[in-house]
Structure formats: C-alpha cells, structure tokens
C-alpha cells in the first residue's frame, strides 16, 4: 500500500525557507515522479512543481524563482525549500505521486508564515 | 498558464438527485483532464482521469465526459457521504491547474 507522509515545521517567519520533507513507502521513489501541491486555507488547490528520481524537475513559473526540489533516493524521501516566504505562502502542503495523475497523496501538512 | 474554471461554484441538491458539475479550459487540453473529491480536512481523492476514466474502487454514479475545453462531471445519484469539494485538473500543459472547485451540499 502507498503511502505518503509530509513532515517539517509549521511555523515559518517571513522571509525565511519553508523546508518539507515527503517520505514514501510501499513504492520505490525511482519508479514515479513526485509532486507538491498547497492549498491555502479555505481556498484551491496550486500545483508547485515536481521532481524525477534523476533529479529532474519542473516548477511552477509563478514560484520557480523560491522553490528547489530534491530527492533522497537512499532514504526513499523527496523534499521541498520554498525561500523568502510571506504570509501568502501559508498553506497546506501535499506531497503527491505522479506529475500528471496523482492517484497517491500525502495527508497534508500546514505551514503558517508569521513571526 | 491554462485557465480552468468550474460552474457552478456551489450548489444543494436533494439525495438522489443528478448532480453535473462543468470545468473549462481556456485552451484546448484534448483529454487531459482529472476530477478529484476532496472532503474537509483531507487530501484530494483521484476519482477520473483522462477525462472519463473511472479510478478503481470509486462507485459507478461518478462519471465524467468532455473533451477539447468543455467538460462536465455527474455524479448520477447524489449520497451524503458525496457531500465534498470537486475540482479539475488539466495535465495537458505545465504548469499543472486546478478550477477553483464546487462545492456540494445536501439540500
């Protein structure tokens, strides 16, 4: 059975890097690609990119300049760093499977940006 | 970006009734397209892709159809545990978007 798990601080200051880490089991992180998606309270869904197991990735240009994904193949983890956060950037964060179909997702985990 | 919008953006339907949600791109995404549920304080749940494909395990009254821009999800018999927010998505370019969603309530 896959499953996926976020993990990382929930509280963030402003203009500080917003670190999550994504550990998977019951699948191989090189056998998909693996996405994050947020959702600010009470409101949509944002796609934030994703990462290959070679490190390839794909970001959303709207946050492509903060976000760097990386994947730990050894540990079966995938990460994001979003830098220079707002307010705006609060939100629940969800690690996914897949970059088209995400059949598979984690149960989310909130980020405040406040000091 | 590709622009996806869904209407309506809430609506109150009795149990039983037929439910149709519509999503459009504002470019063509051919069959691109996935339809997901998602209940209050859990992640989305995968329900069709590629426009039509129902996932493994979700109930027959949930379908969906469309192609090119114009889409629409029924749901054929309204549950009460259908009560949720559904939204759509478009995999046919980067970066990946989602409608704002609809929201389903019981009447």
């Known amino acids: 059975q896959v499953q996926l798990q976020e993990s990382g601080p929930g509280l963030v200051k402003p203009s500080e890097t917003l670190s999550l880490t994504c550990s998977v089991s019951?699948?191989?992180?090189?056998?998909?690609?693996w996405s994050w998606i947020r959702q600010p309270p009470g409101k949509g869904l944002e796609w934030i990119g994703y990462i290959y197991y070679t490190g390839n990735t794909n970001y959303n240009p709207s946050l492509k300049s903060r976000v760097t994904m990386s994947v730990d193949t050894s540990n079966n983890q995938f990460s994001l760093k979003l830098s220079s956060v707002t307010t705006a950037d609060t939100a629940v964060y969800y690690c996914?499977?897949?970059?088209?179909?995400?059949?598979?997702w984690g149960q989310g985990t909130l980020v405040t940006v406040s000091s | 970006d590709i622009q996806m919008t869904q209407s309506p953006s809430s609506l109150s339907a009795s149990v039983g009734d037929r439910v149709t949600i519509t999503c459009q791109a504002s470019?063509?995404?051919?069959?691109?397209l996935n339809w997901y549920q998602q209940k209050p304080g859990k992640a989305p749940k995968l329900l069709i892709s590629e426009a039509s494909d129902l996932q493994t395990g979700v109930p027959s009254r949930f379908s969906g159809s469309g192609s090119g821009t114009h889409f629409t999800f029924t749901i054929s018999s309204l549950q009460p545990e259908d009560i949720a927010t559904y939204y759509c998505q478009q995999y046919d370019n980067f970066p990946r978007t989602f409608g704002p969603g609809t929201k389903v309530d019981i009447k």
């Open positions: 996914a499977r897949g970059r088209s179909i995400h059949r598979y």
């Open positions: 019951g699948d191989s992180i090189s056998s998909y690609y």
């Open positions: 470019h063509d995404i051919s069959k691109y």
